[in-house]
């Protein structure tokens, strides 16, 4: 694998990340009515989006954004379920583990 596509997935992986953390900010920011999160929750998604779009300079738009969302996805449900008290059914669980199966999916037929 070439330099620039190492790059490239660590780029994506780190804008997943960060999409998990807008998302849980914006929650926490009580529809912009409190400024830490709110401000933590924009920086992290204007963060999340360019690293996305570099990212997309090396790797297929559909297996690059579906690994976004998905790392976005599970991580969030997964967050709600640790930290704000969210459901942790068998159900629930299993659905978060196709998003996490499909995400490997598309990285390894790339």
């Known amino acids: 694998m070439q330099r620039a596509t190492v790059l490239a997935w660590i780029l994506l992986v780190g804008a ?13 920011s009580e ?3 409190r400024l830490a999160p709110s401000v933590v929750g924009i920086v992290a998604a204007v963060t999340s989006f360019v690293m996305l779009a570099i990212a997309l300079r090396w790797l297929p738009v559909g297996t690059a954004y579906a690994v976004w969302v998905g790392i976005g996805a599970a991580g969030v449900a ?3 379920i640790v930290a704000l008290g ?3 059914s068998a159900a629930r ?4 583990a ?9 990285k390894l037929i790339e």
């Not at 997943?16 to 926490?28: D, S």
């Not at 669980?93 to 978060?96: K, T």
């Not at 196709?98 to 598309?106: E, K, Q």
Request: glycine share 18%; hydrophobic share 65%.
């Open 16 to 28: 997943g990340l960060l999409e998990v953390v807008w998302a849980i900010a914006l929650k926490q």
């Open 31 to 33: 529809g912009f009515s």
């Open 78 to 80: 997964l967050a709600g």
């Open 86 to 88: 969210d459901s942790a």
């Open 93 to 96: 669980l299993g659905c978060v």
């Open 98 to 106: 196709l998003i996490v199966a499909g995400v490997v999916g598309l």
